[in-house]
Nanobody, 121 residues
Framework: QVQLVESGGGSVQAGGSLTLSCVAS????????MAWFRQVPGKEREGVAS???????VYADSVKDRFTISRDNAKNTLTLQMNSLKPEDTAIYSC???????????????WGQGTQVTVSS
C-alpha cells in the first residue's frame, strides 16, 4: 500500500508559476511509476505528466515546455514545476503511483487526495 499526499496548490495569475509536491509513504517508492493528473469538475481526468522508475518522462501536449516533472527517490517525493500558467490549467491536481502502469494511462492504482490550482487571467 502506498499513501500519497500532495501540497503546493494555490492561486496565481496567468503567466505565473507554482510547484506541486507529492510525498509517498513506504520504502519501495523507487519501484513505482509516478504521474500527475488533473480534473475539472464535470470533465474527464486528464494526464499531465509522468515519470517512470527509469526517469523517462511523458508530457501532455498542452503542458509541454511549460511543466517539468521530477522525482527524488531519496525523499520519496514527486514534483511538478509549472511555469507560464494559463487559466485553462485551473484544476484539481492529483499524483498517482503504480508498479505496472506508466505514461498518462489513468488506471494508476494509488492516488492522492488532490490539490487545487487556480489560475486567473
Amino acid at each position: 500500500q502506498v499513501q500519497l499526499v500532495e501540497s503546493g496548490g494555490g492561486s496565481v495569475q496567468a503567466g505565473g508559476s507554482l510547484t506541486l509536491s507529492c510525498v509517498a509513504s513506504g520504502n519501495t517508492y523507487s519501484s513505482y511509476s509516478m504521474a500527475w493528473f488533473r480534473q475539472v469538475p464535470g470533465k474527464e481526468r486528464e494526464g499531465v505528466a509522468s515519470i517512470d522508475r527509469f526517469f523517462n518522462t511523458v508530457y501532455a501536449d498542452s503542458v509541454k515546455d511549460r511543466f517539468t516533472i521530477s522525482r527524488d527517490n531519496a525523499k520519496n517525493t514527486l514534483t511538478l514545476q509549472m511555469n507560464s500558467l494559463k487559466p485553462e490549467d485551473t484544476a484539481i491536481y492529483s499524483c498517482a503511483a503504480d508498479r505496472s502502469i506508466y505514461g498518462l494511462n489513468p488506471r494508476y492504482i494509488y492516488w492522492g487526495q488532490g490539490t487545487q490550482v487556480t489560475v486567473s487571467s
